[in-house]
């Protein structure tokens, strides 16, 4: 799976919008970009994924740019509970068995 | 109604016992996980199987060892624990087929080897 580059912290003000960073400039055509977050103490939550086209779902967009080697999650009015441990993953889709390599992630704290 | 249980939620224990970490997933998931988070906070697959079988062992040692009694259940049982095997385990499931949805994680156990 290709590896990922994420800034290891950011702060972002509630109410306003959550830009995260993501580059992978060895992903391969067949790899899918997907976007995880981890609140203390609690286990991954996924959130977004995309192949080509960007995606948005009730929790962020996702913006994958046209040559694929990087991608911004957007989360669109950051609240105090988006305060977590956001990764950016890239692997290839397998039948069974999809393994997820997660790297140090960006932490985000939203501030009042 | 929780997706993926996981139990204990702690678990402190001396070196040399042996232990186990139970997963229950009522998704209906033919895929289940186990994942290691250490201190640093990097999180690491272990195992994971399909429809009870091992497909994924990634160089984990012997002295850990999965047993899935139904596609439900994926326990880890851990022989002999090591100072080292201090860390957070997150069981996971995820459904098969061709779409791409996402992996369920359960809540962690958190080990603590003295």
């Known amino acids: 799976d290709a590896k990922t580059t994420q800034p290891p912290s950011m702060d972002c003000a509630e109410g306003r919008a959550a830009n995260l960073p993501c580059n992978h400039s060895?992903?391969?055509?067949?790899?899918?970009v997907y976007w995880y977050r981890q609140i203390h103490s609690q286990g991954p939550q996924y959130i977004i994924h995309g192949l080509k086209n960007n995606e948005t779902n009730e929790m962020a967009s996702l913006i994958i740019t046209e040559d694929r080697k990087s991608s911004t999650l957007i989360l669109p009015h950051a609240t105090l509970r988006d305060t977590a441990v956001y990764y950016c993953i890239v692997r290839v889709w397998e039948a069974a068995g999809n393994k997820l390599t997660f790297g140090g992630g960006t932490r985000v704290l939203v501030k009042p | 109604d929780t997706a993926v249980s996981q139990t204990p939620k702690y678990l402190v224990t001396q070196m040399g016992n042996d232990k186990s970490i139970k997963c229950e997933q009522n998704?209906?998931?033919?895929?289940m996980y186990w994942y290691k988070q250490d201190s640093k906070k990097f999180l690491k697959i272990m195992f994971s199987?399909?429809?009870?079988?091992?497909?994924i062992n990634e160089t984990v040692p012997n002295r850990f060892s999965p047993k899935s009694p139904d596609k439900a259940h994926l326990n880890l049982h851990i022989n002999s624990l090591e100072l080292g095997d201090s860390a957070v385990y997150f069981c996971?499931?995820?459904?098969?087929?061709?779409?791409?949805?996402?992996?369920?994680f359960g809540q962690g156990t958190r080990l603590t080897v003295v």
């Open positions: 998704l209906g998931h033919d895929t």
């Open positions: 996971a499931s995820s459904p098969p087929g061709i779409s791409h949805t996402e992996a369920f």
């Open positions: 199987y399909n429809n009870k079988e091992l497909i």
């Open positions: 060895t992903i391969s055509g067949n790899e899918y």
